[in-house]
Every structure is written in C-alpha cells, then in structure tokens.
T-cell receptor, first 110, second 114 residues
Framework: EDKVVQSPLSLVVHEGDTVTLNCSYEVTNFRSLLWYKQEKKAPTFLFMLTSSGIEKKSGRLSSILDKKELSSILNITATQTGDSAIYLCAPNFGNEKLTFGTGTRLTIIP | NAGVMQNPRHLVRRRGQEARLRCSPMKGHSHVYWYRQLPEEGLKFMVYLQKENIIDESGMPKERFSAEFPKEGPSILRIQQVVRGDSAAYFC????????????FGPGTRLTVL
C-alpha cells in the first residue's frame, strides 16, 4: 500500500526563523509530488515536483524532490506569522488520485 | 477567474437524513475529485469523476455514498442515511487534465451529523 510520512508532525518557531519540512513516501508507481498549504479552509497549491534535484522556488518558499531517497523537503525562510498553517505533501502515484500525508502543523510565534 | 466552488459551506443533518454536497470545478476543468478530511486526520481520496463517468471510486464507502458529475451542472456527492461518523470536511478538487495535472481545491463543505 502506498504510504506517505511527514515530519515533524508539528513545529513551533519564532518569526524570522527558517524551517525545513520533510516528506517521505513508499511508492508503487510514482509520477509527481505536490505540496499544499492548508489554513482553516481549502488546501492551497504550492508546488508540483516531477524531476529529482531541481529546486522549485516561490518567494520565501522552495522545494526539492529526491527520487533516490523517496523524499521531498519544503523550506521556508524568514518565516512570518502568515506562514502558520498545516503543510501537506501529496505524492501522485499515477492512479489519478493524491495520497496525502497527515501534514506538518507549523506555528510561527511573533 | 473563479476557483473551485462548493456549497453549502456548512451542512447540519440529523442521523438518518440525506446530505447533498455540490462542487463546481474551475472553468474548463473536466476532472473532479472528492476527498474527505476527518477531524485530526489527513485528506483521504474518495472518488474521481470525469463528465458523466466515474473513473475511480476506490475510496468511497460501498454503502450510502454515491457521486455523479452530469453533463450539465455541478458534481454531487450524496450521502444517504447519515451517521455521526460521516461528520467531516468534504473537499472537492478539479484539474484540467488527469493524473499528471495539478489539482485545485475548493473551500470544502463541513458536514455535521447530530
């Protein structure tokens, strides 16, 4: 069965800190990996990763995929209180559906 | 450019009643996915539909749950004879193409069963 593990489960840091969120997966037919940010509403799309070793960047957020290690990381630099959310990792195993991890709950203290 | 729309945003039902959740995909998207998020749990896939077809319903409970995506109108997730365990947030996502494409999520419907 396809499996997704995110770590840490929760993280509390001060504003301005840099954080790294991890996602590892066990896969049968990997196609891509997506990162979402979920506040008190819909998951908001952040990144889609398909190629290993190529960093995707959007402002203070960046992400990279390591197909050899079956993992991905999401980095957030110079964190702000608005970054407080649950960050979800969702590999697509080529069967049309996303398999979500339980997420990392990030809390930024002013 | 409207995103994925879901209604109602909140729905309260008593045990045994029916719940109907609606999802209108983003303009031009013909692929719709339903996910359920139980309290303190991650999102779990339920069903994947294209217009007038159910493509994958492997995550849908075998009884009481059904989904459709008619040629005209929104996708509907229907839960008959609701029970307390059905209380959850139900999210709909849509994509332009299928498996290789990004899924964009709606705001969800929070179902509470009394």
């Amino acid at each position: 069965e396809d499996k997704v593990v995110q770590s840490p489960l929760s993280l509390v840091v001060h504003e301005g800190d840099t954080v790294t969120l991890n996602c590892s997966y066990e896969v049968t037919n990997f196609r891509s990996l997506l990162w979402y940010k979920q506040e008190k509403k819909a998951p908001t799309f952040l990144f889609m990763l398909t190629s290993s070793g190529i960093e995707k960047k959007s402002g203070r957020l960046s992400s990279i995929l390591d197909k050899k290690e079956l993992s991905s990381i999401l980095n957030i630099t110079a964190t702000q209180t608005g970054d407080s959310a649950i960050y979800l990792c969702a590999p697509n195993f080529g069967n049309e559906k996303l398999t979500f991890g339980t997420g990392t709950r990030l809390t930024i203290i002013p | 450019n409207a995103g994925v729309m879901q209604n109602p945003r909140h729905l309260v039902r008593r045990r045994g009643q029916e719940a109907r959740l609606r999802c209108s995909p983003m303009k031009g998207h013909s692929h719709v996915y339903w996910y359920r998020q139980l309290p303190e749990e991650g999102l779990k896939f339920m069903v994947y539909l294209q217009k007038e077809n159910i493509i994958d319903e492997s995550g849908m409970p075998k009884e009481r749950f059904s989904a459709e995506f008619p040629k005209e109108g929104p996708s509907i997730l229907r839960i008959q004879q609701v029970v307390r365990g059905d209380s959850a947030a139900y999210f709909c996502a849509s994509s332009l193409q299928g498996a290789a494409d990004t899924q964009y999520f709606g705001p969800g419907t929070r179902l509470t069963v009394l």
